[in-house]
């Protein structure tokens, strides 16, 4: 299985890499910025794109749209920290537009600092 993380925090990107290594997914890439992992996401076929929403320039709904069509078995699963629901619905209507598939399952959890691994695994 290959992982890409991508996220602008450079904290988030170590943290994510770091607890998917500890429960033994060893191919995990990481990019912090959406311009570099549409380039990366084209080249490579990664199994699952854990993917920020909020990044300056190139944020993930761009990352999203831009890569999608050209990776249809790619899962992209979507992380945000905000809770605001105009932009989750939007996400989430984004996602099945861009799937293939006709049900598409999508989970919005807010993670506040500290955050608790055991409930992220």
Not at 32 to 55: P, Q, S, W
Not at 56 to 79: A, C, K, M, N
Not at 101 to 107: A, D, V
């Amino acid at each position: 299985m290959r992982i890409l993380i991508v996220d602008d925090e450079e904290v988030a990107l170590n943290s994510v890499k770091r607890l998917l290594k500890w429960r033994g997914i060893r191919n995990v890439d990481i990019c912090d910025n959406g311009r570099d992992a549409i380039a990366k996401i084209k080249e490579t076929d990664f199994d699952i794109v854990l993917l920020d929403l909020l990044m300056p320039e190139v944020d993930g709904l761009q990352v999203l749209e831009s890569t999608r069509p050209y990776r249809p078995h790619t899962e992209f699963i979507i992380l945000t920290a905000i809770d605001d629901i105009p932009t989750t619905v939007n996400v989430w209507a984004l996602m099945i537009i861009l799937s293939n598939r006709w049900i598409t399952i999508s989970f919005f959890w807010p993670l506040r600092e500290p955050m608790n691994t055991e409930v992220c695994l």
